[in-house]
């Protein structure tokens, strides 16, 4: 559709999902503790779930948040605590081999639901959705080729922090080791949330 600029969505999409943020840390820490096979669930789950959740947003979500604001703050708040509980959980992940089965790395469905109470996912979504659609084509078009490109580009963005993961995982044989880096990337995933939240505000949704 000429009325889209691929080029600049597709660096927008590289720019946004290769950054730090709870996805990729969330896939670091999963890579590290569980390798990369056990952690493509999780993977899928992000790169699936944001997609439709930018369809839910550009095709209707806006404007149901316009008329009842706090649906909106009520999201921010259940972000906010099943956040809290995810840094709990990465922290105190118990350390077990990459190859055992008892460990539970997060699953496709919760990673996709994750989506929807994780703050820079909403912000991505509605800069997006604000910023590249065009008033001069079909608007429903335009969300689902703008969601299609996250699809397709920002799979290999995540993929990289599974790799890197996987890579420190060599470096953490010793199980304090990896209990202190599972505690750092709790605390990395906090910290990761202080801007997003500052920026989580939606006076204009335009959808």
Do not use: E
């Not at 009325?3 to 670091?28: E, K, R, W």
């Not at 001069?136 to 920002?154: D, M």
């Amino acid at each position: 559709m000429q009325n889209l600029d691929y080029y600049s969505i597709i660096l927008f999409v590289i720019a946004t999902c290769v950054t730090p943020g709870p996805n990729n840390v969330m896939l670091m820490s999963s890579g590290a503790n569980f390798g990369m096979g056990r952690t493509m669930r999780h993977l899928a789950g992000i790169n699936i779930g944001f997609p439709l959740m930018l369809m839910a947003v550009g095709l209707g979500a806006g404007a149901i948040f316009r008329q009842y604001p706090w649906l909106q703050d009520g999201l921010k708040v259940i972000g906010a605590v099943y956040l809290l509980y995810l840094a709990y959980r990465i922290a105190s992940t118990p350390v077990v081999n990459m190859d055992d089965p008892s460990g539970k790395p997060l699953g496709f469905t919760a990673a996709a639901l994750f989506q929807w109470v994780n703050p820079k996912a909403w912000v991505i979504a509605v800069g997006a959705v604000l910023a590249f659609t065009s008033p001069l084509g079909p608007f429903s078009v335009q969300v689902l080729l703008i969601a299609l490109l996250f699809f397709l580009f920002s799979s290999p963005c995540s993929l990289i922090w599974v790799f890197f993961g996987q890579y420190l995982r060599r470096f953490l044989t010793r199980p304090s080791c990896l209990k202190a880096f599972n505690i750092i990337m709790s605390l990395v995933l906090l910290i990761s949330l202080i801007p997003v939240l500052k920026r989580l505000s939606f006076p204009q949704w335009g959808l």
